[in-house]
């Protein structure tokens, strides 16, 4: 029997209905159709459908949508909802950091997690806060040289995503990356 969920997802109230053995990142694409959420594997390694619950960062292929419910969850759209690309995003092209772009969701979202949780990452903590995630194109060295961009970029000040908490006025920053 479907269950109803309610979701802020990327800062809007939604309510739907969904079977309880429904994954977050198929809510997300098939439900919501935020298609930049992608699916790369089915063993819960790739962090491609990484996305931020509560402003923390999550593989959505192993949440279910139900666990979802009365939170909020932010996705790569809602990164440039203002149509400006976000620091990470920008970043990530500056540097080069892809190629194929299929990981890039779960990179750019992983990062904007990891740097609302420590603005100034060193080397390890990049590594680090990014262990759960996996390009099979670039190499990391791109990736690694965007998240040290953007950080620098942000001032070391890390700007919340559209929908996590900490965007939210007076919010308090909450964020874990390399989930
Ligand atoms: Fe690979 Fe979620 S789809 S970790
Ligand atoms: Fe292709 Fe990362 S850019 S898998």
């Given at each position: 029997m479907k269950q109803s969920v309610a979701v802020t997802v990327n800062g809007t109230q939604r309510e739907d209905l969904v079977?309880?053995?429904?994954l977050l990142v198929h809510y997300l694409r098939e439900v919501a159709g935020l298609t930049g959420t992608h699916i790369g594997c089915d063993t819960s390694q790739c962090g491609a459908c990484t996305v931020l619950l509560d402003g923390r960062a999550v593989k959505s292929c192993s949440v279910f949508a139900v666990q979802a419910d009365g939170r909020s969850v932010a996705t790569?759209?809602?990164?440039?909802?203002?149509g400006t690309l976000h620091p990470v995003q920008q970043a990530f092209w500056n540097e080069h950091g892809?190629?194929?772009?299929?990981c890039t969701p779960g990179f750019v979202m992983a990062t904007a997690a990891l740097l609302e949780q420590n603005p100034s990452p060193s080397d390890e903590d990049i590594t680090k806060g990014l262990e759960g995630n996996l390009c099979?194109?670039?190499?990391y060295a791109n990736i690694r040289r965007a998240v040290r961009s953007a950080a620098a970029m942000m001032g070391g000040q890390a700007a919340a995503p559209t929908?996590?908490?900490?965007?939210?006025?007076?919010a308090a920053p909450a964020a874990t990356a390399g989930s």
């Open positions: 079977e309880p053995r429904m790569v759209e809602g990164l440039a909802a203002t892809l190629q194929c772009g299929f099979r194109c670039t190499g929908g996590s908490p900490a965007a939210a006025p007076a």
